[in-house]
């Protein structure tokens, strides 16, 4: 009898916490659920109204991903600050401190006029690569994308 209630309780068990791993807040990011998986590589999102000769979002994604530690760069240009948001390799992880500074460093060298937020979390790059399957799916306006744009500043200064 103690048997086969402990195996229907590990069974209750069980089944709570795999359906409690599905919830999905009523939101559908079928592009950004496997980002942490694998690379997604989203296109850089231009929030600032640029003539397409000055866009600095896509030269900015292609000098990070020139560099080997990191394998997936998400790129979000605002009025006054530009988010860069990447992803390490997993056996560079140790050295995530030293990448960011290093990659801070090159980019504000290369774009001196320029204000860059560089994150290595993956909650930023998450939350930018849900920006523009919004913006996408025509799911907000720019003022609405505006907003989130300084919810993922906010989020990223509070990290620190």
């Known amino acids: 009898m103690l048997r086969k209630s402990s195996k229907i309780i590990i069974s209750a068990v069980i089944f709570l916490t795999l359906s409690a791993?599905?919830?999905?807040?009523?939101?559908e990011h079928n592009k950004s659920d496997s980002a942490l998986l694998k690379t997604t590589s989203p296109p850089p999102i231009e929030l600032k109204q640029r003539d397409e000769d000055k866009s600095i979002a896509y030269q900015v994604r292609k000098e990070v991903s020139k560099i080997d530690e990191i394998y997936d760069v998400a790129v979000v240009e605002g009025d006054k600050n530009i988010i860069v948001a990447y992803k390490v390799k997993h056996l560079q992880r140790f050295r995530m401190k030293k990448i960011e500074k290093e990659l801070t460093k090159k980019l504000n060298k290369e774009y001196p006029d320029e204000k860059f937020i560089?994150?290595?979390?993956?909650?930023?790059?998450?939350?930018?690569?849900?920006?523009?399957?919004?913006?996408?799916?025509?799911?907000?306006?720019?003022?609405?994308?505006g907003k989130r744009f300084k919810k993922i500043i906010r989020l990223k200064e509070e990290m620190t």
Request: charged letters at 45%.
């Open 21 to 27: 791993c599905s919830y999905d807040d009523g939101k």
């Open 118 to 145: 560089v994150s290595s979390d993956y909650k930023i790059f998450l939350e930018s690569v849900r920006l523009k399957e919004d913006l996408d799916d025509d799911n907000m306006s720019n003022d609405e994308a």
